[in-house]
């Protein structure tokens, strides 16, 4: 048990009155090998019942094993980010491009808000109110998603850790998300077959073969620049999707050198992709007039190092230059567009929406459904036409049995 006393000279049967403070003092978890600790409180009945309060709820958290460390609790919000990020064997560090991903989370999104605060002063209503500030600024209801999971994350470990003593993003998960994570595209934002050919052309040569692995096999750009001979099975018409272009490499930092990740968005292990007639002519094309680099036999190489990846940086100033060219510019197209278009084209070619899911790298068929669903040709005559036959065959089924009644 915990004890209410007061470090003064004055006689026990004076400190209801005396003006020296309370101290409640209490042995942690482990009985006579527990740390003693001690808490001050104001002088006077006020302060009297405040340390009989903390006495008791000591107790009560060591019966219940929710005891925490009063210290533990007092660190801030950066400072446990900062075990967290580094937290692990070296096994288990994160790759440079993560680190710098969460590192550039914590500054644009958390710092402000979180950062000072003792974390166990945070609670669900805390984080509710940073998730409509962030709405309030007009972030994309999917990125705000995704910075609450690492949120959640972090808090998850501060609490096994035994450094708060609840998780506050559990209370704030109560409310459930209004807007979608995706949203349908606009038919309008789907280049036609005529636009990706003019886009093809105008594009520097190099990277012309990059257009029809986007358009022909789904490919995100990351994953469209780190293509290599290796993984391209060309007797089964198939190519291994398992890496991407990260945008920190050789130099450190944002921009300031590229390197390969071997695992893409939703994936450790990646995906088979087939590789359409037009996709494979410009593949040979592009090794047969630029050859390819590495043990791997990478496609494509910085225009400036040797024995280096090209940036999205790059490519995303030839696209820009194609699409003007292309007499494109009122269009709004992004590299993304050619995804689109590959979706839509195999939505219209009859391939089924969980097969489409596989082939673009998406976490599940949902997504897929949420993005494209609505470009499925005649979908809703088709659901009317469904549910008609259906009233028609139990209709036919009900006069059958009345007759042979």
């Not at 470990?157 to 708060?164: D, F, G, S």
């Not at 594009?203 to 022909?216: C, D, L, N």
């Not at 390197?259 to 007639?277: F, H, L, N, Q």
Request: charged residues 30%.
């Amino acid at each position: 048990m915990g004890s209410i006393i007061k470090r003064c000279d004055c006689p026990v049967t004076a400190w209801d009155r005396c003006p020296h403070p309370w101290v409640t003092r209490w042995r942690e978890p482990g009985g006579r090998s527990g740390r003693q600790r001690e808490k001050t409180f104001e002088s006077g009945a006020t302060g009297k019942k405040l340390a009989a309060k903390w006495e008791r709820k000591v107790e009560r958290d060591k019966d219940t094993g929710s005891y925490i460390d009063p210290e533990q609790s007092k660190r801030t919000f950066a400072d446990v980010w900062d075990e967290w990020l580094n937290a692990g064997s070296d096994e288990d560090q994160l790759a440079v491009s993560s680190r710098a991903q969460y590192v550039s989370i914590y500054k644009n999104h958390y710092a402000e808000f979180f950062g000072p605060r003792p974390i166990a002063s945070i609670t669900g209503s805390d984080i509710t109110k940073w998730e409509t500030l962030q709405k309030e600024k007009g972030y994309k209801p999917y990125g705000i998603h995704t910075r609450k999971v690492v949120l959640a994350s972090l808090f998850k470990y501060a609490w096994t850790a035994e450094i708060i003593p609840r998780n506050p993003c559990k209370k704030a998960e109560a409310r459930k998300r209004r807007d979608p994570a995706y949203r349908p595209i606009d038919p309008a934002e789907v280049p036609t077959s005529g636009e990706v050919e003019a886009i093809f052309e105008e594009i520097k040569p190099y990277y012309r073969s990059v257009v029809w692995s986007m358009a022909g096999c789904g490919l995100r750009v990351g994953e469209a620049l780190a293509l290599c001979e290796q993984k391209w099975e060309q007797g089964t018409g198939f190519v291994k999707v398992n890496a991407q272009l990260s945008s920190f490499g050789a130099n450190e930092g944002a921009g300031r050198g590229t390197a390969i990740r071997d695992e893409v968005k939703w994936s450790r292990t990646g995906r088979k992709v087939p590789v359409p007639e037009i996709t494979d002519e410009a593949w040979r094309a592009h090794i047969a007039t630029y050859g390819t680099w590495g043990d791997e036999g990478w496609f494509y190489e910085s225009e400036t190092y040797a024995n280096r990846f090209p940036s999205r940086t790059t490519f995303a100033v030839r696209w820009n230059k194609a699409i003007e060219d292309a007499g494109l510019g009122h269009r709004g197209l992004t590299p993304k567009s050619l995804r689109h278009y590959f979706a839509s084209v195999a939505i219209a070619a009859g391939v089924p929406l969980p097969e489409l899911a596989v082939w673009m790298g998406h976490a599940s068929s949902k997504t897929t459904e949420q993005v494209y669903i609505h470009l499925l040709p005649g979908a809703e005559e088709r659901i009317k036409g469904a549910v008609a036959r259906a009233v028609a065959r139990d209709l036919s089924e009900s006069l059958s049995r009345i007759r042979t009644a």
